[in-house]
């Protein structure tokens, strides 16, 4: 078996296009002289195909380019497929969760992030109308609201999220003359207030025949849920 120069076939010439070229000569039986060239052409079309991004993104692997090999999870490289963005690989599915600063069950829509396990402080639902009282929150329907003198933190005494001030009461005191004296329907003097004003609450009235007037009152503030 005998060789023939290298450089009669271009390859020393051409090392770069095929740095994996295998050349094989061969003579048998004293024949002429044949080459054979097994190439493992690396060219620009087909490329290190898929040059897998090992600690990319988890993702589909990339499709192998023409020539190449498979890209393992991540972008490929020239030639190949990138492979997909996604979290198949450790079961994420990303979700939306609503910061909640009171710790009252319900988030704040203003503040919101994605992720795959709720962070610290966050919830899944994003129904309350202020983050800033723990009693300021969607209450189900038939549940029982405190009413309170005091707003809720931001002026306003929707505590119920309704978007309403219910106030507590309502009434209007009255003094009634009857044919023997007087009688009192309790209730604010002058009509209710508004929420969290300090007012006259009546309890009782005096008079004579048709002359009835306010005996007792006390000072009330306005409650309101």
Request: hydrophobic residues 30%.
């Given at each position: 078996m005998t060789t023939t120069g290298f450089a009669r076939f271009g390859w020393l010439q051409n090392r770069e296009r095929w740095p994996l070229a295998a050349l094989l000569v061969a003579t048998l039986g004293g024949c002429s002289t044949r080459s054979f060239i097994v190439e493992e052409d690396y060219d620009a079309a087909g490329g290190a195909a898929g040059g897998a991004g090992l600690s990319g993104a988890a993702?589909?692997?990339?499709?192998?380019?023409?020539?190449?090999?498979?890209?393992?999870?991540?972008?490929?490289?020239?030639?190949?497929?990138?492979?997909?963005?996604?979290?198949?690989?450790?079961?994420?599915?990303?979700?939306?969760?609503?910061?909640?600063?009171?710790?009252?069950?319900?988030?704040?829509?203003?503040?919101?992030?994605?992720?795959?396990?709720?962070?610290?402080?966050?919830v899944d639902n994003s129904k309350d109308c202020f983050d800033g009282n723990r009693d300021a929150h969607p209450y189900p329907p038939g549940s029982p609201v405190e009413a309170r003198a005091v707003h809720r933190g931001d002026g306003s005494f929707d505590y119920d999220c309704d978007g309403q001030e219910t106030k507590e009461s309502t009434a209007r005191g009255a003094c009634n003359a009857i044919s023997l004296g007087c009688s009192a329907t309790q209730g604010w003097l002058d009509g209710p207030p508004e929420c969290g004003t300090l007012h006259k609450w009546l309890l009782s009235c005096e008079g004579v025949a048709v002359v009835c007037s306010a005996k007792a009152t006390e000072q009330r503030y306005q409650r309101c849920r």
């Open positions: 993702g589909l692997s990339g499709a192998a380019g023409s020539g190449g090999a498979a890209g393992l999870s991540g972008a490929a490289g020239g030639g190949g497929v990138a492979g997909g963005g996604g979290s198949e690989e450790d079961g994420c599915v990303p979700r939306t969760w609503y910061r909640d600063a009171d710790g009252d069950g319900y988030g704040d829509a203003a503040q919101a992030v994605t992720a795959c396990d709720a962070p610290e402080g966050y």
